[in-house]
């Protein structure tokens, strides 16, 4: 069983970065994508960033392309989503996930765990 516990979130204005953390815990054969989705209440979770394990290569959603990055640490136990330039529409709950596809891509991969969500949030 896999556990990921999100740390990092808070808030910025416009304009500010902010860098959330997931430490992953337990050992799955059954994972070789990782990723953070976020969501806004009444709205769908959406795929912001994955990186794939095998390959070390990540794709991301346009809305956050050229902004966001994210990355590994320590053999994959730590991921983490830096977040450059934030605006206000950025503003949600992000979760980091984790899971097996071939189509380790954001926007098309849907995982299998999730973390509990760390809030996000962006003034104007």
């Known amino acids: 069983q896999v556990q990921l516990v999100e740390s990092g979130g808070g808030s910025v204005q416009a304009g500010g970065s902010l860098r959330v953390s997931c430490g992953v815990y337990?050992?799955?054969?059954?994972?070789?994508?990782m990723g953070w989705f976020r969501q806004v209440p009444g709205k769908e979770r959406e795929g912001v960033a994955t990186?794939?394990?095998?390959?070390?290569?990540?794709s991301y959603a346009d809305s956050v392309k050229g902004r966001f990055a994210i990355s590994q640490w320590n053999s994959g136990n730590t991921l983490y989503l830096q977040m450059n330039s934030l605006q206000p529409e950025d503003t949600a709950m992000y979760y980091c996930?984790?899971?097996?596809?071939?189509?380790?891509?954001?926007?098309?991969?849907?995982?299998?765990?999730w973390g509990q969500g760390t809030q996000v949030t962006v003034s104007s």
């Open positions: 996930a984790a899971g097996r596809g071939n189509d380790c891509y954001a926007g098309s991969w849907w995982p299998s765990y």
């Open positions: 337990g050992y799955s054969y059954n994972t070789n994508c």
């Open positions: 990186i794939n394990d095998d390959d070390g290569s990540t």
